[in-house]
């Protein structure tokens, strides 16, 4: 007998919950889209225009917020503004290209090309100025989320742990044995650097151009005096590193 003939021979009261468990599967498969939007106005006519066009919608009204959202549900896109009360957009799309390779279409009245550029310098894939039309916001995010999916690209977790030492990338946290350790914006972004290349061999130039800017790539004495700190932070024996390796002459490495 087929599943069709065999769901006609159930009560009815057992046809509707195999309705609704039908119905409740297709919904969790829909696309899920983070709105980052603080005028509720805007939120709202973008919540409704996604949800009647086959999407999940997501929302927040601040950046670390956004952050947060993006870490627990992982949404296949986002719609960034960048004009956020707590902070710039533009911070948002740099920290969450960090740990993660999720579409992201800025939204904004800024209209200046520096702005753009900006935007797509830090990870941004599309960039629609307001006030705009609904169809073509439709049409960006399906060509975004069509080259997600051909591009297979795995996203980091935004927690990674190796041995006592934990990095929370969404909150911009570190651990070491559970307890939070300080580090400077700088400390943070090399740590950062190697952990995101775990067990390759990172070159001094490479390190200096992110951590410091393309000025610094011959600055080599600040590697050695910013990894020392790290490793009195972060190392057991910080004269017998575990994790953060030298290799003379060349670079530095994470090992786990």
Not at 81 to 96: I, N
Not at 145 to 158: C, G, N, V
Not at 236 to 247: F, G, K, S, Y
Request: overall charge positive.
């Amino acid at each position: 007998m087929s599943h069709v003939l065999f769901s006609h021979c159930l009560p009815v009261r057992c046809r509707r919950l195999l309705s609704l468990k039908r119905c409740t599967i297709v919904v969790e498969s829909l696309p899920l889209i983070l709105i980052v939007e603080d005028e509720p106005e805007i939120r709202r006519f973008l919540r409704v225009s996604l949800t009647t066009n086959g999407y999940q919608v997501a929302e927040a009204t601040r950046g670390q917020e956004a952050l947060n959202l993006v870490a627990d549900k992982t949404p296949d896109l986002i719609i960034l503004d960048l004009g956020l009360p707590d902070m710039d957009g533009s911070d948002v799309a740099r920290k969450v290209r960090e740990w993660s390779h999720v579409p992201m279409i800025v939204l904004s009245a800024r209209n200046q090309e520096v702005d753009k550029v900006r935007a797509f310098d830090l990870g941004a894939d599309d960039y629609l100025t307001k006030p705009f039309g609904v169809y073509e916001l439709l049409a960006r995010i399906k060509v975004a989320l069509r080259h997600a999916s051909l591009a297979k690209m795995d996203q980091r977790e935004p927690i990674f742990a190796a041995g006592q030492i934990r990095i929370d990338m969404a909150k911009r946290l570190v651990f070491l044995n559970d307890a939070e350790v300080h580090l400077t914006p700088n400390e943070y972004k090399l740590l950062l650097a190697l952990v995101q290349n775990p067990g390759k061999l990172v070159s001094q130039q490479q390190l200096l151009r992110e951590v410091w800017g393309p000025g610094y790539a011959k600055e080599g004495h600040y590697l050695r005096v910013y990894m020392g700190q790290l490793r009195r932070k972060l190392e057991v024996d910080p004269a017998n590193p575990r994790h953060l390796i030298t290799e003379p002459g060349l670079g530095y490495r994470f090992c786990e």
